[in-house]
C-alpha cells in the first residue's frame, strides 16, 4: 500500500456500482478525471499501434491478449483497445442509453481480460462487452488457484495495462512485472502513477523495479483530476497545484520474437 494512498478520498461505493454510470460521473468526469484520456488515446493510435500492436498482431497472426489489472469498468481496456478518448466516455458512459453499446471498434484483433475485486464492475464489462474474461480477485489475498491463472494471463499477455497500483501491499506489484517479464511473445505494459497517490519514493522503487525487468519505451505525463473536498489538505501538503498528475509509462518485454519498431 503507498504511503499516501489511505489519504485518499473513499471511492468503494462506486467502484462496486452495477455499472459504469457513478464511477464516471463522482469518480471520473465531474472531477476532470476524463482529462487523462486525452493524449494516451491519440499517442495509442498514431504510435503504440502503428509501431507495435498492429505489428505484432499481424506478424504472429493471432488475437493479441489484453490483461487489465485493477480493471474496474475497464476504461483502461477501452483506451488500449479502442483509443477511448474523452468524448468516447462522454458517448458510452456518460449517456445513460448507451452503457451497454460500444460505439468504436477495435484497433486489431484483440482478447480482453479484466481483474478486480469488484464483481459488479467486472459483470459489468463483460455484458458490455468490453472484457471477454474476467476473474474477480483480491490481489492482496489471492488464493493459489487465482494466483495461477493470473500468473499465465500476464505471461501470455501482449497488452498489460493498470493504475491504481498504491492499492496493492508490498511484493504484489514485484510479482505482477515478473509474470509479464516471463512471457516469450513480444508485450507492452503501461502504467499509470498518479502523483501524489501512488506514493512519491515508493513510485521511485517501482520505476526502478520496472527498469530491471522490462525496456523503457516512453512516458507520457498528463493532468488528472482535481481534488475531492476532503482531499484538498492533502493537495496542499503535497504541493499539487490545482490538478494532479498521471503519468504513464510505456514498458516492452524483453523476448527473443519479432520486434520491428523503428
Ligand atoms: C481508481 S479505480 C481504477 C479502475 C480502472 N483501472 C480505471 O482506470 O478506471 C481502482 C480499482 O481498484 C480496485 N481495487 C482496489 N483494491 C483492490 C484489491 N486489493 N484487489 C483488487 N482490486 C482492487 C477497485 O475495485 C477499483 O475498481
Known sequence: MSDVSFKKQDFK???NYKDSSLYYQLGVHNLG???????PSFYLESVLSEQ???VWQREMNKPLHMVD????YGADTLLYTRAFNKQDFAKMWGTPGNLY?????PLFPVKTFGCDSSQNALQYGKDAGIYDENVTVDFNNMT????MLLHEKCREANIFATNSIGYLNDGVFEKLVEWFAEGTEPGLFAIGFVYPFDGVEGGRAQKCYLLGKLDFFNSLPVVY???TKDEEQLFEEYHVCGRMVYETWYLTRRCEQIISYN
Open 144 to 147: 493459489p488457484e487465482v494466483e
Open 225 to 227: 483530476r482535481s481534488p
Open 52 to 54: 507495435l500492436l498492429k
Open 69 to 72: 489489472v485493477l480493471s474496474g
Open 13 to 15: 461505493d462506486i467502484y
Open 33 to 39: 478525471g476524463d482529462d487523462r484520456f486525452e493524449a
Open 101 to 105: 453499446n460500444i460505439h468504436k471498434p
